[in-house]
Each structure stands twice: as C-alpha cells, then as structure tokens.
C-alpha cells in the first residue's frame, strides 16, 4: 500500500499562493489517482479536485477551478497541489489520497490511502 505524506502548508494573505506536496513511498505513485481534499473547521471533508490514473485527467471542485491545479512530478514521486489567489474560504487542512482505480470519474469512498493533512490558513 502507499504511503502519503503532505507539506506546504502555512499561514498567507488572500491572493497570495501556495505550493502543497503530497509525498509517496512504498509504491510509486503514478500508479495511482491521487486527490486532494480538505476540512474546514467545523464541517466534513470535502473533495477539491484529483488527477486520473495513467492519464492526465483532471477534475477540480467549482470553488477552486481557474485557482487551483494538480500536476505530478513523477522523478520525485510526489504530486503537487498549486493553490493560486487563496481566498479566506480556502482555509482548512489539506490532505491526499491514493487509489488504484482507473477512470476519470471518482468518488471520496474511492481512495483508500490518506495523508495526515497539512494546515492552511487565508487571512483576510
């Protein structure tokens, strides 16, 4: 199984950007569909976007489209999260998630693997 491990976050101002990693080990990653998702004080997880499995598919949640992008950097076996014109709404932890499956349409119940989230703070 692959392990996942997410950095990057911290505190910025709204506009500003920031650059989250979600390292893979045990298994490479591009292997499987990784996605990002996020918890905001007080509510449940919420999907903000993923990139496919052997393809290079993506879908982002409506808030963050135009905002926010998914890519891999497979010599470092990582996939990068780039959060572009952070909104104070953004605030919330950060994690990834693994799964085998092929497709470009997944659920949440669909990745098995998880980080242990990276926070993010927007200030206004």
């Known amino acids: 199984q692959v392990q996942l491990r997410e950095s990057g976050g911290g505190v910025v101002q709204a506009g500003e950007s920031l650059r989250l990693s979600c390292a893979a080990s045990g298994r490479t990653v591009s292997n499987y569909a990784v996605g990002w998702f996020r918890r905001a004080p007080g509510k449940e997880r919420v999907i903000v976007g993923y990139?496919?499995?052997?393809?290079?598919?993506?879908w982002y949640e409506d808030s963050v489209k135009g905002r926010f992008t998914i890519s891999r950097d497979n010599a470092k076996n990582t996939v990068i999260l780039q959060m572009n014109d952070l909104k104070p709404e953004d605030t919330a932890t950060y994690y990834c998630?693994?799964?085998?499956?092929?497709?470009?349409?997944?659920?949440?119940?669909?990745?098995?693997?998880w980080g242990q989230g990276t926070q993010v703070t927007v200030s206004s």
């Open positions: 990139i496919a499995r052997a393809t290079t598919s993506r």
């Open positions: 998630a693994a799964t085998p499956k092929y497709g470009g349409s997944l659920s949440p119940a669909d990745f098995a693997s």
